[in-house]
């Protein structure tokens, strides 16, 4: 309606105001309605204020008048009250021709504003307020007139008053215009009337509670839904278009307000500025209940919402239990309830007082309203419950942790005998809160991680399971197979939005980190008395938590440790209090474990009793502590005892409950020291009273105790006397009448799991007494029940449950996938494999897809695989023939899950994988295409054979392919392989059913099997690299196939490697560490084909990576070529190799320039090349070396040195080549070419700065044994020591090129190198390559253990006298001419000369000697004193060396016997052979030992007189730079080998059996006199020349003396060999001698060699100067006495002896 249309055609009857365009046609329209004669009141009230209006103009209005708190807008009070008193009489006519216009005149003062400012109720029943309020009750009171359009109007102006901001109705008058709607909805005469009732009710909800959230009257709110509202009821009062006309009925009256004209400039002030009563706040009201710091808006809101409340908890009576009226309100109540709670802003759950009405109030009537069977109350509880979990699960987390189980999981694990509508409500409900992830995430967190908590997810979980699972086989149930369907298909949607609610949340936190949800405190919102609410211990959404998952696992497994504990306990009681003080879940100590008894929820009682009754130490304790913690002071004693055991059930053995009773008594009588005389007394009273308990109350006792009975048998107990009768009868009757019993005895537990719920949560009376209610009835008879859940509220919320934790942190989810994914897993797989439906089917894939996406990003591999292997089983690709939809949808979610989830798949990759390639294998046979096993057993396979195949194929069906048949017959999912199976048919049907299943495979297009390979390189990391491995696994799963190898997976893994080539170096790199191993494995297979298949694949690859340009220091290339090099060494195949070298050459020829570290892989290829065994691959290989050496060479010396290492290790492998000796010279040459190249390549090595940074160390074997070199000179470092080694080569013509070559370069570019290098080249390549020639000297030392063992000596390849007289030759002249850089290294170069001069090798003696005599000549004016004394210090331990050795080697003929002669021993030996005797083998063996050990003696002799030789001539031509301590030297060597010599001619025994086995072997004896004879000459000469050559020094050293002492032990040897006793024999016998025998043949022999010595020694002395004589006489004149008494085999030695007595010893005899 307009006003200004209202107003324009009326001006005449309401005068000019605003307010008199309204009043004016609707008092006129009463006056000409009402009977006059019976209401002339209302007639004359009616033309009063018309004559009123028409008195009035707008310009007396004012705006004072507006603010004055007159009720009617331009009008002072008392004018308002007259305008609108004939209004207030004409409602109370009950004439509806009246009431009609006075209803639509109120509707329309109140939808306009006109009627503001004032404040509407009970208590203000004055001025203008009063006729205010008057017209409201007298509108309630039309509702009942009968007439359906006045209860429309009624309900019209109801809403309007209520929608109008300006007016604000308090307190009772607000109820009653909700009873009065209420009653049009109760009692309305049609259902149109009853709908319209109802929605303006739900419509003055939205509006009351929208003014309560903002605490104002002008608030922005949403218009009802009249549809929703007949959601749960009433739908059938919908008479065709009642829903329309109501939802237009409500959208008038709401709107009637923004459509008036005054609204927009005078509304905003009227709300702004009501009656001082609106805004201010009452004071000195502090009544209890009052909240004494509330706005009225927000009081009056509460105290509706109280009285709904308290509406919804009607219940009928006894009389009437069907009182339809009270059910109807009653559901009216609850919906207006849910109204409110639907539209519930943050006050509702952040100002205390507020969440303490919804918990006082609202969950009291849930509870009570839950032991209803009527389905609307039901579904109302539902959604009332669900805004519980949307918007107050942080304030009401105790109380949601009853009703959820109450309500929601009774419902859900009722499997057998459900309700349909129940739990289709129930799922509905799972369904709509488990999309919200942050209710699904708080439930795990605060019940599930909560030991005080039911773990509702959990429950829920299993729940679902269950429900999908359906009623158990062979049970018996009420379930119809079509509702049974129906709840599978909704317990698997609701487990699938679960997991997909999970990956949500999971996704937001890793994109958006952690995230804070506004504080939910609202300190100025608190306020009034709190102690007005003293009994509820309440919490808000401010006492919330942020906690991390670190503490969630902590009290996750807490809570599963208690629980293990308690489910222990229930078992057996001391295993259970073990376990859980083991696991440091309570304390040790009894009062720890006392706590826990009486605290712990779950405990089995009847446990409790038996722990408590133990006899144990520890048990008794408990029970004693337990007995003691509680306080019986006050209470009698049948109370007492009643208190007692509350918490326990007694024991049945009778010892266990004397010992429980017995406490009791001692503590009651303690706690109560004046009730008995002692606490025997007690004890058996209290004994009587349990006994009593049974008798009376056990149904199988007959005979019932009576009061009588129970006296007597208590006579006397109290220290002799009796016990007042009085006081024992009342106790009987206090038994008797109520049963002592535990809070758990109150009812039976409908189950197990329901019980211990109940348990748990402490409401098992209770809960058990709702849900056993089957009818409606009220629940004032059990208020205790009702207080006790009231105090369980209150208890709970001081438990940490009442903290309501959050969580950021999306490590949670590893708690709950844990708990989760078994009951998941079981629900979609039994679904996908028990049903065909598509829904079905559908949600199950799709849960599995949002598991696998949660578990795969949660890093839980078992359950993320379990996932993955579920589904890729369901595509049943392993058994094509019976595949159906499902299993091709199965196929399309394994492809999403690759694409969606591919970089956490991980391990998983392996199963999708292998689903694709069985993917692709049958549609190629689909397709007719010929297999890859045909591929790789004939080369030439034609393609275009495709095209018939595959029509013959898919039309026919007759096709006996062994492939086709295989898959027919199909497998089990784990087959690798298809194994042919002969003695399985197949039948043209199974081909044909076979053929209609690969057309439903149609569905899914190669672009998305192709896809998920393209765009691997979208992939992570660590994705890629997963990725690799499993691809590279299923690759060779086919390859390995026996009958059908396929290339599938290979070829994706050549797409693969090309995709993702350009990723980073570090990824690329563990990428080919993956493929690398899998084509070296493919590589060496045993199929020919694809070895070449893969080599071909490998040679792309690398041309394609090698035009990526690498840096230097790098290594990838050589990692990327590294499988030619594995599978060149490897293979058997010499077509593989022969493709590897072709490749390797085709690729470093075409891509030269930007190889770099691949040079070594390059090489390794060519150097096993050089040593293949097939003459072509070598050639090919060399031919490649040859070009690349030189037109590439700067190439290979622009990369580190380790490169030109491998490039020389491959050219001396090719010197090996037996094939053709050309190749191994020409290999040689070019190391020669390399050298010629490295000086003129300006590599100049000569260091002039000490701090040079391009100094390395070289720490290789091969190199410089660690020695510093410039990083120059390491390029010359390989290819010298390669040739060292060349050196040692068994053909002569390459040992002596490498020699030659090798010297060569060194002396042309010697004087490149630094002495730090040069000291490298001695160390690591002279001294090696002779080696070779000192070797076999060297091996005596090994001879002995080779000689006993009887094993052939070995057999060396020593130089030939040319070749060692070449390189010693060469040698020097390097040495010389390089002295001042090398001249450190003399001693090294010495050794090696005196080796060659010990050496018996034919002409290494003389070589040496030559080599020595050289350089000692080219260097003797050189020569340092030290550089001297280094030579002979080399000679003397070169000399000295060779003495262990030597008779290390004679010791071994000690145990060796020899024939004694020669003819015996041929004749044993001819026996011996005669007949067939092997006695003679251990004399042959002593004999060649003998043999060898004479060779070697005359080889030392001859070394060790040589050595004499050489320091003897050295001393003759350079005596002038010798010092002392050099002649020193040269003396000890003398004596040293003189010494020997002696210790050798001593071994008499020895020489005995040597000269046998010369005898024997006919070979001249070991010239060991002459040894001796020969040492002690040149031993006796040089000190001699040394005395006469150089008196001085002599003199400095004392020489005359070292002479003399020489001489007298030249001549003690010979008195020695003249004497025929041995020296023993002369100390033991008298030295009285009586005759001289004469000396043997062989003593005169030795004798003869010794003569000559002696004669020197004689005349030595002889020509001593006579002073010099005279000061030795005393030595040598026993000496000479001796000579003349002992027999000679030479007339010289008197004639001598004659001289010296003539010349020496007389002249000193005569002097004295």
Same mark, same amino acid.
């Given at each position: ?52 209006? *028409? ?257 919804? #908890? ?16 009653k559901t009216l109540s609850l919906e207006l309830l849910k109204v409110i709670m639907d539209n519930a802003g943050s ?406 799991? %329901? ?255 192709? *896809? ?63 493929? %690398? ?111 690349i050496v030189r037109e590439y060479f700067p190439h290979i010396t622009e990369v580190e040195a380790v490169t030109f ?65 410039? %990083? ?174 030597? #008779? ?51 080889? *030392? ?68 006199? *002459? ?25 400095? #050293? ?115």
């Amino acid at each position: 309606m307009s006003v200004g249309s209202s107003g324009g055609g009326s001006q005449s009857l309401g005068g000019p105001t605003r307010c008199g365009w309204v009043l004016g046609p609707s008092l006129d329209k009463i006056i000409k309605n009402v009977a006059w004669r019976k209401h002339s009141h209302l007639v004359n009230a009616c033309k009063s204020a018309l004559d009123k209006l *028409h008195s009035l103009s707008d310009a007396e209005n004012s705006q004072d008048l507006a603010v004055s708190g007159a009720p009617l807008f331009g009008f002072n009070e008392s004018d308002g009250e007259l305008l609108l008193q004939p209004l207030v009489l004409a409602l109370e006519t009950a004439y509806p021709k009246v009431v009609e216009p006075a209803l639509d005149c109120v509707y329309k003062l109140f939808g306009l504003g006109l009627i503001r400012g004032c404040e509407v109720s009970m208590e203000r029943v004055s001025g203008g307020s009063k006729v205010v309020f008057d017209i409201l009750e007298a509108v309630c009171k039309c509702g009942g007139l009968g007439d359906e359009a006045i209860e429309l109007a009624v309900l019209k102006v109801l809403l309007s008053a209520v929608r109008s901001p300006a007016v604000l109705i308090r307190g009772d008058c607000l109820v009653d215009i909700v009873k009065s709607c209420y009653n049009v909805y109760l009692g309305g005469l049609n259902g149109t009337n009853q709908i319209c009732a109802k929605a303006v009710l739900a419509q003055m909800m939205i509006i009351v509670f929208m003014r309560v959230e903002v605490d104002s009257m002008v608030v922005q709110f949403k218009s009802v839904v009249v549809g929703d509202l007949l959601e749960f009821s009433d739908r059938n009062l919908n008479e065709g278009s009642s829903i329309q006309f109501a939802q237009n009925f409500v959208n008038e009256a709401v709107q009637m307000f923004n459509e008036g004209r005054f609204s927009a400039d005078s509304m905003q002030s009227a709300a702004s500025t009501p009656p001082a009563e609106v805004a201010e706040h009452k004071k000195g009201d502090e009544s209890p209940g009052s909240l004494s710091d509330y706005t009225k808006i927000r009081e009056d809101g509460l105290m509706l919402f109280k009285n709904l409340c308290k509406l919804s #908890m009607k219940f009928s009576s006894q009389e009437q239990p069907d009182d339809e009226i009270l059910l109807r309100g009653k559901t009216l109540s609850l919906e207006l309830l849910k109204v409110i709670m639907d539209n519930a802003g943050s006050i509702w759950r952040t100002n205390e007082r507020f969440l303490n009405n919804v918990k006082q109030y609202l969950c009291l009537s849930l509870l009570k309203n839950s032991a209803l069977s009527v389905m609307t109350i039901f579904q109302l509880l539902c959604s009332i419950f669900e805004n519980f979990l949307t918007k107050f699960r942080s304030g009401l987390k105790s109380e949601i942790g009853i009703f959820f189980p109450m309500l929601i999981l009774r419902v859900l694990e009722n499997v057998l005998q459900p309700s349909f509508l129940q739990k289709m409500t129930i799922l509905n409900l799972l369904e709509k809160i488990s999309q919200d992830p942050e209710i699904v995430i708080d439930i795990f967190v605060n019940y599930d991680c909560d030991v005080d908590a039911p773990n509702i997810f959990e429950r829920t979980v299993n729940g679902l399971l269950k429900t999908a699972l359906g009623p158990p086989p062979g049970s018996a149930t009420t379930l119809s197979p079509a509702h049974d369907l129906t709840f599978r298909l909704e317990s698997v949607k609701c487990l699938v939005s679960i997991i997909k609610s999970m990956g949500l949340w999971m996704d937001q936190q890793l994109k958006i980190g952690d995230f804070f949800p506004p504080s939910s405190s609202d300190d100025e919102s608190r306020g009034g008395d709190e102690s007005n609410l003293s009994d509820y211990d309440l919490q808000s959404e401010a006492a919330s938590e942020y906690s991390d998952a670190a503490t969630l696992e902590q009290r996750r497994a807490y809570k599963l440790e208690v629980q293990k504990g308690v489910s222990l306990f229930n078992k057996k009681p001391s295993k259970g209090i073990d376990f859980l003080i083991r696991n440091k879940r309570i304390s040790g100590s009894p009062e720890a474990v006392v706590d826990f008894l009486k605290n712990t929820s779950g405990l089995n009682e009847a446990m409790i009793g038996d722990y408590l009754g133990e006899r144990e130490e520890f048990s008794l304790k408990v029970m004693h502590a337990y007995v003691d913690s509680f306080n019986f002071g006050g209470m009698d004693f049948g109370e007492a005892i009643r208190f007692f055991l509350r918490g326990f059930r007694l024991p049945g053995e009778a010892q266990k409950i004397d010992r429980i009773m017995e406490k009791f008594a001692e503590r009651y009588c303690k706690c109560n020291p004046t009730s008995f005389t002692s606490a025997d007394t007690a004890y058996v009273l209290a004994y009587s009273v349990i006994m009593l308990n049974t008798d009376a109350h056990n149904t199988m006792v007959k005979d019932k105790m009576t009061k009588a009975d129970f006296i007597r048998n208590n006579r006397g107990i109290d220290d002799g006397k009796d016990l007042a009768e009085e006081y024992l009868g009342d106790l009987y009757d206090q038994i008797v009448r109520n049963e002592i019993k535990m809070k758990a005895d109150m009812s039976v537990p409908q189950s197990k799991q %329901s019980n211990n719920l109940n348990r748990l949560l402490g409401l098992d009376g209770i809960l058990n007494f709702v849900w056993k209610q089957t009818e409606e009835k009220p629940l004032g008879a059990n208020g205790v029940l009702i207080r006790h859940i009231q105090e369980q509220f209150k208890a709970n919320s001081g438990k940490s449950e009442s903290i309501y934790y959050c969580v950021t942190d999306p490590a949670i989810l590893r708690f709950m996938v844990e708990v989760c994914w078994g009951p998941m897993l079981a629900a979609f797989s039994v679904t996908l494999d028990q049903s065909d439906d598509k829904a079905a089917t559908s949600q199950s894939l799709q849960g599995i897809r949002h598991a696998v996406h949660v578990t795969a990003v949660m890093g839980m591999q078992t359950q993320r695989d379990a996932f993955v292997t579920t589904v890729a089983k369901f595509t049943y690709l392993h058994c094509a023939a019976d595949i159906k939809q499902k299993n091709v949808d199965a196929v399309k979610a394994i492809i999403s899950i690759a694409i969606e989830d591919g970089n956490y798949l991980q391990e998983a990759w392996e199963h999708i994988l292998t689903c694709l390639s069985r993917f692709e294998h049958l549609q190629l046979l689909g397709e007719g295409a010929p297999s890859d096993a045909s591929f790789f057993t004939t080369q030439n396979g034609e393609p275009d054979e495709k095209s018939p195949k595959s029509s013959s194929l898919r039309k026919k069906g007759t096709l006996q392919d062994p492939a086709v048949m295989a898959v027919v017959r199909g497998g089990s999912y784990d087959s690798t392989s298809r194994k042919s199976n002969t003695s399985g048919l197949v039948t043209p049907e199974q081909i044909s059913n076979f053929i209609s299943n690969l057309n439903l495979l149609d569905q899914v297009g190669s672009f998305e099997l192709n *896809h998920i390979f393209a765009h691997s390189q979208r992939l992570k990391s660590e994705a890629i690299v997963a990725f690799v491995k499993a691809l590279c696994k299923v690759s060779m799963s086919e390859l390995q196939s026996p009958t059908d190898p396929r290339v599938f997976s290979l070829t994706k893994i050549v797409e693969v490697a090309h995709y993702n080539m350009n990723r980073i170096r570090l990824v690329w790199s563990r990428i080919w560490s993956v493929l %690398s191993n899998f084509f070296v494995s493919v590589g060496l297979s045993e199929n020919l084909s694809v070895a070449i298949f893969v080599m071909d694949s490998l040679r792309q690859l690398a041309m394609k990576f090698l035009e990526r340009e690498e840096l230097g220091n790098y290594n990838f290339q050589n990692e990327f070529l590294m499988p030619f090099v594995i599978i060149m060494q490897k293979s058997s195949s010499a077509e593989i190799r022969e493709l590897i070298v072709r490749c390797i050459s085709q690729m470093v020829l075409t891509r030269v320039n930007n190889v770099k570290s691949g040079w070594k892989s390059v090489f390794m290829v060519f150097t096993a090349a050089a040593a293949d065994e097939r003459k072509n691959i070598v050639l090919l290989a060399f031919q490649t070396m040859e070009k690349i050496v030189r037109e590439y060479f700067p190439h290979i010396t622009e990369v580190e040195a380790v490169t030109f290492t491998d490039c020389v290790k491959c050219l001396i492998t090719f010197t090996s080549s037996r094939f053709n000796s050309d190749v191994s010279l020409n290999a040689i040459a070019f190391l020669r070419f390399f050298a010629v190249k490295l000086a003129d390549g300006g590599l100049t090595l000569i260091v002039e700065d000490n701090d040079d940074d391009s100094s390395v160390k070289v720490v290789d074997g091969e190199g410089t044994d660690g020695r510093i070199v410039t %990083s120059k000179e390491s390029y010359w470092i390989p290819l010298l020591t390669g040739l060292s080694r060349l050196t040692s080569d068994p053909r002569s013509a390459i040992r002596k090129s490498a020699l030659e070559v090798l010297f060569n370069i060194l002396k042309d570019h010697g004087h490149l190198f630094s002495q730090q290098f040069w000291i490298s080249i001695f160390s690591t390549v002279i001294y090696p390559v002779f080696e070779s020639a000192s070797n076999n000297k060297e091996s005596h030392v090994q001879d002995q253990s080779l000689i006993a063992s009887g094993s052939p000596l070995p057999q060396s390849q020593p130089w030939d006298s040319e070749t060692i007289a070449v390189a010693a030759q060469c040698l020097v002249d390097i040495f010389v001419s390089f002295y001042t850089v090398v001249r450190s290294q003399l001693v090294g170069l010495v050794s090696i000369l005196a080796v060659f001069i010990t050496s018996t090798g034919k002409g290494y003696a003389s070589t040496g000697v030559g080599a020595l005599m050289r350089l000692v000549k080219d260097l003797g004016s050189r020569l340092l004193e030290d550089e001297w004394k280094d030579i002979f210090l080399a000679l003397n331990k070169t000399a000295v060396s060779t003495f262990p050795g030597m #008779m290390r080697l004679i010791r071994t003929l000690d145990n060796s016997e020899m024939p004694d002669d020669a003819q015996v021993y041929l004749n044993n030996s001819n026996l011996s052979s005669n007949n067939g005797f092997d006695n003679d083998d251990a004399e042959d063996d002593n004999l060649q030992t003998a043999g060898y050990i004479i060779s070697r003696i005359k080889s *030392h002799v001859a070394a060790l007189l040589l050595i004499m030789q050489v320091i003897t001539d050295i001393y003759k031509s350079h005596q002038q730079y010798l010092s002392s301590s050099n002649v020193k030297i040269l003396l000890d060597t003398f004596s040293s080998i003189a010494s020997h010599a002696h210790h050798l001619n001593c071994e008499t025994t020895l020489q005995l059996k040597l000269q046998r086995a010369c005898s024997i072997l006919e070979i001249s004896d070991p010239p060991i006199v *002459h040894f001796e004879n020969e040492s002690y000459e040149n031993y006796l000469n040089f000190v001699h020349d040394l005395l006469m050559s150089n008196p001085s020094l002599s003199k400095e #050293m004392n020489i005359e003396q070292l002479l003399v002492s020489v001489c007298e032990t030249v001549v003690q040897l010979y008195l020695s060999c003249a004497s025929s006793e041995s020296a023993s024999e002369k100390r033991v016998k008298s030295p009285i001698i009586h005759w001289i025998l004469p000396l043997g043949s062989a003593r005169r022999e030795e004798l003869a060699a010794r003569t000559s010595l002696l004669l020197s020694a004689l005349r030595i002395l002889n020509g001593m100067e006579r002073d010099s004589f005279k000061r030795y006489v005393s030595i040598i004149f026993p000496l000479l006495v001796d000579l003349v008494r002992s027999e000679h085999s030479s007339g010289e030695v008197q004639t001598v002896l004659s001289s010296i007595f003539r010349s020496c010893i007389g002249p000193i005899i005569m002097n004295s």
